[in-house]
């Protein structure tokens, strides 16, 4: 996905490495200066994150998670236990079409015994593993906009590594943040799509099977690409891995009755195709 915002007034951008792809922050503020300082703070933010969320750090609190067996409660970080709830939700509301649960026989993020109190986590089987790869960039997004929103950023557009983005507010004069899709298969461009205050994220197949569906354990199959639009990149970064897996009327269903939620998918045997579900208002779609 990219931004065709180079012409808006008072844009500041800024850009940070992290969980294995470059985060950009653009800003609109006449305040270069603070504009940075902002931005920094969101990505320290970022860092924090991602040492608490990624299974390859050693002593994360994925990784400690990922080294405790069935019953043997352990207290997490908050961010953590944020983003761990967020994904039990996605697995509830998508019907196990996402799970950030795998490694068990009995794989599922039901396994997960979330105390909020205390933010604890108990596994509830033995050989349960977490990985948070297809919600923790966008959670870590939603995360950044939180401090934006502190520091008074009301006008702000967040990349995380181009897969997932998130749109605060909408530059002056326009329906919103500019973006285009493109098919990843040729590089053709589909649409262009304003955003304003919703997230945007897009799952693919071009890098080889890499999206498992949990509810046969088997590589999801069917379809080379899909974007789902949501209120939270969290919610976003998680749907558009579950709309890979989920029969096309499924999508449908779920698109109809969540108002914030939309659907863009391209079959893989119809690579020309596009198939659209819920609304996209702003959005100007290409033969």
Same mark, same amino acid.
């Given at each position: ?7 808006? *007034? ?25 504009? *940075?300082?902002?931005? &920094?703070?969101?990505? *320290? ?11 390859? #750090? ?25 983003? +761990? ?28 015994k979330l105390n909020?109190?205390?933010? #604890? ?29 502190? !520091? ?15 749109? #605060?507010?909408? %530059?002056?004069?326009?329906?919103? !943040? %500019? ?15 304003? +955003? ?9 197949? &071009?890098?080889?099977?890499?999206? #498992?569906? %949990?509810?046969s354990g088997r ?7 899909? !974007? ?18 989920? %029969? +096309? ?30 609304? !996209? ?7």
């Amino acid at each position: 996905m990219n931004a065709d915002i180079r012409s808006i *007034e008072n844009l500041r951008k800024f850009g940070h490495d992290a969980m294995s792809a470059t985060f950009e922050a653009f800003i609109i503020h006449a305040d270069g200066l603070y504009a *940075e300082q902002a931005a &920094q703070a969101a990505f *320290e933010a970022l860092d924090r994150i991602e040492s608490n969320l990624s299974r390859f #750090i050693e002593n994360s609190d994925v990784s400690r998670i990922n080294s405790i067996g069935k019953g043997r409660p352990l207290q997490i970080g908050l961010s953590t236990f944020e983003c +761990l709830q967020s994904g039990v939700e996605m697995f509830r509301q998508t019907n196990g079409a996402f799970d950030i649960a795998f490694g068990s026989l009995h794989r599922g993020s039901n396994l997960l015994k979330l105390n909020e109190a205390e933010h #604890i986590i108990e596994l509830r089987a033995d050989g349960v593993k977490i990985d948070l790869g297809a919600i923790g960039k966008g959670y870590a997004a939603d995360k950044m906009r939180q401090v934006l929103v502190e !520091w008074g950023i009301t006008t702000a557009f967040i990349s995380a590594g181009q897969s997932t983005v998130l749109a #605060i507010g909408k %530059p002056p004069g326009l329906l919103g !943040w %500019p973006i285009t899709i493109s098919n990843p298969a040729d590089n053709r461009v589909l649409a262009k799509i304003h +955003l304003a205050d919703i997230a945007l994220s897009a799952s693919g197949l &071009q890098k080889g099977k890499h999206i #498992i569906n %949990p509810r046969s354990g088997r590589p999801a199959n069917g379809k080379s690409a899909g !974007w789902a639009t949501a209120k939270t990149a969290a919610e976003a970064d998680a749907l558009s891995t579950a709309f890979m897996v989920m %029969p +096309l009327d499924e999508v449908r269903s779920f698109c109809a009755a969540n108002a914030d939620t939309s659907a863009i998918i391209i079959p893989k045997d119809k690579e020309r195709n596009l198939l659209r579900f819920g609304r !996209w208002d702003n959005a100007e779609f290409y033969r």
